[in-house]
């Protein structure tokens, strides 16, 4: 019994995601690394909406561990806060879009 309840251990985050800084048009990628694969109901959102993988939005996912979120040809109004679900698991970091304005 005690090596079943072992074997069930609930996933962790070992590596959260982090806040980013970037400029208007460039990308920003964030990570979540997780203890072991196999967590169901994997959600990223920003500022509360949820988040698909289509031309502007790439998510990712290696060994069932490592979950990507790429944002492509950010604009200012991206500017918010990410977050990653799985399961129970939560992790949110800021993103800043920065401007880019003429000298």
Known sequence: LLSLCHAEEAA???????????????????????????????????????????LVTEISEQDGRIHTLTLNDVACHDSGTVTFRAGSLISSAKLLVKGIFPV
């Open 12 to 54: 962790v985050i070992v590596s959260g995601l982090r806040s980013t800084d970037v400029f208007v048009g460039e990308s920003a990628t964030f990570t979540c690394e997780l203890s072991h694969p196999g967590v169901r109901n994997v959600q990223w959102w920003l500022d509360g909406t949820p988040l698909h993988n289509n």
